[in-house]
């Protein structure tokens, strides 16, 4: 599990003429609900020019989620949005028209009765699914894979939801748990971001509500001057990352940038699916430090899409993640510190790997990496688990070669 894994994409479809479930106006109508919200606000595009310079590029950019709605993690963009637009839907009105005030209103909740939220999460994303639940006044239930960080499972209950960690699960059975318990509960509703046969419409919301991220960003960078060449993004069930890979293909559509795809070793379905050039599944345990991306089923609509989009796919051992942390946390000369946690930090890990290591040269050059190129990379978490983060940054856990997994 020590070594990284590269896998050009021999499906990319460089004459693909975009995504509508990503498009510019779906993705806008996402930021405007996001912006009503009393703690909205853009979180910052950081530019780290000394590594870039370093790395022998132009620009390098991280968009620094820890910042998001106070709650340290980008996730709940996704749940928020897919949470309002079930609401709309059931009051029979597009979400353009329902505000948060008027969500949170005495008149809806009436109207509405009792929704409990279920859904299955490694943290962050439960996290948001009980913050939105709360703000909207409504109830969420949270199931979380064995081995998950206590921390994390505290902070989802100090939202008011009810979060428990089921023994012996891994993320996926987590996710079939949430689905049967919804289905036993008037009102009950699963909240989810991977999709399956005739669960299709929420997890394209939540992958809509991403999109808020990547217009942030793709704006931030237009302000500077700047658009990206090169994306690297992270991926679980590829929910995220098929909306970062849809939404800049169709911003940037005559001159898309190349996207890299980077997954844990140990849950790399993605990677595997390009290789089976099939949607593939992987199973067992799925251990690896990056918990927001253990999970082994690629979400099938998001697929569609990075299939179509992608460059390259790459599987990472722990060390990658961990690295790019260190890097992130000691920037070089005046660049700002980003703290960034064990899933946000893999692209970056893998990015000065890629651009330091001459055993990349060749594929530095296929992927037309230069002095020119502007990267553009999302720090998707901050230190959810401060204990972990503090046993990597400080104590140099989880170095290469002393990966634990």
Not at 74 to 83: I, Q, T
Not at 126 to 133: C, F, H, L, T, V
Not at 279 to 299: D, F, H, K, Q, Y
Request: proline fraction near 4%; charge should be negative; hydrophobic fraction near 40%.
């Amino acid at each position: 599990m020590r070594e990284i894994k590269l896998l050009p994409n021999k499906m990319r479809n460089h004459e693909y003429k975009g995504s509508k479930l990503m498009s510019i106006g779906e993705v806008e109508k996402a930021r405007a609900f996001h912006k009503s919200f009393p703690e909205y606000e853009e979180t910052p595009l950081t530019p780290l020019k000394n590594l870039a310079n370093n790395c022998g590029l132009k620009s390098i950019y991280v968009k620094d989620e820890s910042f998001r709605f106070r709650l340290n993690a980008f996730k709940v963009l996704g749940g928020a949005y897919a949470m309002a637009k079930f609401i709309a839907k059931k009051l029979g009105k597009d979400i353009s028209e329902l505000s948060y005030d008027m969500l949170i209103s005495d008149e809806l909740k009436n109207s509405l009765g009792d929704i409990t939220f279920y859904t299955a999460t490694d943290g962050n994303h439960g996290r948001g699914i009980a913050w939105a639940a709360k703000k909207l006044r409504q109830k969420a239930v949270i199931y979380m894979p064995d081995g998950s960080s206590l921390k994390r499972r505290d902070s989802i209950r100090e939202e008011g939801a009810l979060c428990e960690i089921i023994s012996g699960s891994n993320y996926d059975d987590c996710v079939r748990l949430a689905a049967l318990e919804a289905e036993k509960v008037k009102g009950g509703v699963v909240v989810q971001d991977t999709a399956w046969e005739g669960y299709e419409e929420i997890p394209k919301w939540i992958m809509q509500g991403y999109g808020t991220m990547a217009l942030e960003a793709a704006k931030q960078m237009e302000a500077v001057g700047e658009r990206p060449s090169h994306i690297f993004v992270q991926a679980g069930v590829g929910s995220f990352a098929g909306a970062v890979a849809g939404f800049f293909t169709n911003y940037m559509l005559s001159d898309p940038p190349f996207i890299t795809v980077v997954e844990p070793s140990a849950a790399d379905c993605l990677y595997k699916s390009s290789f089976a050039g099939k949607r593939a599944i992987v199973e067992g345990e799925l251990r690896t430090i990056m918990a927001g991306l253990s999970c082994g089923e690629p979400n099938p609509i998001s697929w569609e899409i990075l299939r179509e989009t992608v460059d390259l796919f790459v599987s990472c051992p722990d060390y990658v993640s961990a690295k790019g942390m260190r890097i992130l946390s000691s920037p070089l000369g005046d660049d700002k510190r980003v703290i960034s946690g064990e899933s946000g930090a893999v692209g970056l890990g893998f990015l000065v790997e890629l651009m330091t290591n001459n055993n990349f040269r060749d594929l530095r050059d296929k992927l037309h990496l230069s002095e020119e190129s502007r990267v553009l990379l999302f720090s998707t978490e901050g230190a959810t688990d401060p204990d972990m983060y503090r046993s990597i940054v400080w104590d140099g856990e989880f170095s290469y070669p002393g990966n634990k997994y």
